[in-house]
């Protein structure tokens, strides 16, 4: 589904999946969403507002600390939800062709090895890199974010108590999105009916619906950062994870 011609005010979350993008937003008014196979084709992402994205945006280049948003994210999530938030590659890592050769050089660039999780999605964290250099004012809109922060921050500071991928998680997070916007959680039913599971997990659903709630509530004024002034990386993208406090 193209976006279309949009107003001020539209918003979405994306996240990716196994069939590339899943995204979600309030769209003049009206909650959409659909599936892409690469983000470019999202194409009038610099006519949004807000979108927030569920994939790290700026990497460390250099041995010392990770990103402080990363390690402020765990301290309020705590455990087990810090568990969700991992430290990304380093820009070099991306080109490796194999897991093996990308933990060697994220190990001597940055001092450590790279998850197994971390490296299967280093092709979409590769992806976004390209877009946002390729189109550099797009990364004033196009903002990262976590999924698990911004449920945290849209229960009020209450981590989520069951993880994503159980029935009991689902429900936890559809209760407290249909709290907040009751018009969106049909979305959830609605691209898990039209996309194989192959393609399109439900919890990679519910992690862009929290996303696109969160720039909601963003854009009505309840916008907080981590850290409170971005880190740059050495290519001037901003290291800083957004949310929403209720």
Same mark, same amino acid.
């Given at each position: 589904? #193209?976006?279309?011609?949009?107003?001020?005010?539209?918003?979405?979350?994306?996240?990716?999946?196994?069939?590339?993008?899943?995204?979600?937003?309030?769209?003049?008014?009206?909650?959409?969403?659909?599936?892409?196979?690469?983000?470019?084709?999202?194409?009038?992402?610099?006519? !949004?507002?807000? @979108?927030?994205?569920?994939?790290?945006?700026?990497?460390?280049? @250099?041995?010392?600390?990770?990103?402080?948003?990363?390690?402020? &994210?765990? &301290?309020?999530?705590?455990?087990?939800? &810090?568990?969700?938030? =991992?430290?990304?590659?380093?820009?070099?890592?991306? /080109?490796?062709?194999?897991?093996?050769?990308?933990?060697?050089?994220?190990?001597?660039?940055?001092?450590?090895?790279?998850?197994?999780?971390?490296?299967?999605?280093?092709?979409?964290?590769?992806?976004?890199?390209?877009?946002?250099?390729? %189109?550099?004012? !797009? #990364?004033?809109?196009?903002?990262?974010?976590?999924?698990? !922060?911004?449920?945290?921050?849209?229960?009020?500071?209450?981590?989520? %108590?069951?993880?994503?991928?159980?029935?009991?998680?689902?429900?936890?997070?559809?209760?407290?999105?249909?709290?907040?916007?009751?018009?969106?959680?049909?979305?959830?039913? &609605?691209?898990?009916?039209?996309?194989?599971?192959?393609?399109? @997990?439900?919890?990679?659903?519910?992690?862009? !619906?929290?996303?696109?709630?969160? /720039? #909601?509530?963003?854009?009505?004024?309840?916008?907080?950062?981590?850290?409170?002034?971005?880190?740059?990386?050495?290519?001037?993208?901003?290291?800083?994870?957004? =949310?929403? %406090?209720?």
């Amino acid at each position: 589904m #193209s976006l279309g011609a949009l107003q001020s005010r539209s918003c979405i979350g994306i996240d990716g999946c196994r069939g590339g993008w899943v995204w979600c937003g309030n769209l003049d008014g009206r909650w959409q969403g659909g599936l892409v196979e690469r983000l470019a084709l999202l194409d009038r992402l610099d006519d !949004l507002e807000l @979108a927030l994205i569920d994939m790290p945006i700026g990497l460390v280049d @250099a041995a010392g600390p990770e990103r402080h948003c990363d390690r402020a &994210a765990r &301290a309020l999530l705590g455990r087990p939800r &810090a568990s969700s938030v =991992f430290r990304p590659p380093c820009r070099a890592a991306m /080109a490796a062709p194999d897991y093996s050769n990308a933990c060697a050089i994220n190990r001597s660039v940055t001092g450590v090895a790279l998850s197994m999780q971390t490296w299967n999605i280093t092709a979409k964290i590769r992806e976004l890199d390209a877009l946002l250099a390729s %189109r550099h004012g !797009l #990364s004033r809109q196009l903002r990262e974010a976590h999924p698990e !922060l911004c449920l945290w921050g849209l229960a009020g500071g209450r981590p989520m %108590r069951h993880g994503k991928r159980t029935r009991p998680g689902r429900l936890e997070r559809l209760a407290l999105l249909r709290e907040i916007e009751p018009d969106c959680v049909w979305l959830v039913d &609605a691209l898990a009916d039209t996309h194989p599971r192959r393609r399109l @997990a439900v919890d990679d659903i519910i992690d862009a !619906l929290v996303l696109a709630v969160t /720039a #909601s509530e963003v854009l009505r004024g309840g916008a907080q950062y981590l850290p409170s002034e971005p880190e740059l990386d050495p290519t001037g993208l901003p290291m800083q994870l957004v =949310f929403a %406090r209720r």
